[in-house]
Nanobody
C-alpha cells in the first residue's frame, strides 16, 4: 500500500511562483510513475505532469514551460515547481503514484488528499 501526502499549497498572485511537494511511503516506490493532477471547481481531475522511474516527464500543454516536475528517490518525494502562475491554475492539486502495471492497464493508482492552490490578485 502506498500513502501520499501533499504540502506547499497556498495563495499566490498572478505571475508568482509556488512549489508543491509530495511525500510517499511504501515499498518499491522507485518503480512507480509519480505525478500531479488538479481539479478546479466544477471541473474534472486533469493531468498536470508525470515523471517515470527513468525520469521521463510529461506535461499538460497548459503548463509546459511554466511547471517543472522532479523526484527524489532517496527521500521518496515528488515535487512540482510552478512559475508564472495564472488564475486558471487555481485548483486542488493531487499527488498520484502508479505501478508499471497500473500505468499499462490505465488504472488510477494511489492518491493523496490534495492541496489547494489559489492564484488571485
Amino acid at each position: 500500500q502506498v500513502q501520499l501526502a501533499e504540502s506547499g499549497g497556498g495563495l499566490v498572485q498572478p505571475g508568482g511562483s509556488l512549489g508543491l511537494s509530495c511525500a510517499a511511503s511504501g515499498s518499491m516506490l522507485t518503480l512507480y510513475t509519480l505525478g500531479w493532477y488538479r481539479q478546479a471547481p466544477g471541473g474534472q481531475r486533469e493531468l498536470v505532469a508525470t515523471i517515470t522511474s527513468v525520469l521521463t516527464t510529461t506535461y499538460a500543454a497548459s503548463v509546459k514551460g511554466r511547471f517543472t516536475i522532479s523526484r527524489d528517490n532517496a527521500k521518496n518525494t515528488v515535487n512540482l515547481q510552478m512559475t508564472n502562475l495564472k488564475p486558471e491554475d487555481t485548483a486542488v492539486y493531487y499527488c498520484n503514484a502508479r505501478t508499471p502495471v497500473q500505468m499499462r492497464d490505465h488504472e488510477y493508482g494511489y492518491w493523496g488528499p490534495g492541496t489547494q492552490v489559489s492564484v488571485s490578485a
